[in-house]
């Protein structure tokens, strides 16, 4: 079951641009979204479309 903000990662594109996702839904080590594969990336939230900022 996903929990609250402690189960949550945030990572970045090469861009900088910041994504949430869930770490269940990360597998491995991941360091930029270009890492993830295409499931993951579904999984992830852009950030920017959340807060209606690309920095926050």
Do not use: F, H, N, P
Not at 7 to 29: F, H, N, P, Q, T
Not at 48 to 53: D, K, L, M, N
């Amino acid at each position: 079951m996903k929990g609250g903000y402690e189960s949550m990662v945030w990572i970045r594109d090469k861009d900088g641009k910041e994504y949430a996702c869930y770490l269940d839904d990360i597998k491995g080590k991941i360091k930029t979204k270009e890492e993830l594969t295409d499931e993951e990336r579904a999984k992830c939230l852009d950030v920017s479309q959340i807060v209606g900022t690309e920095r926050w």
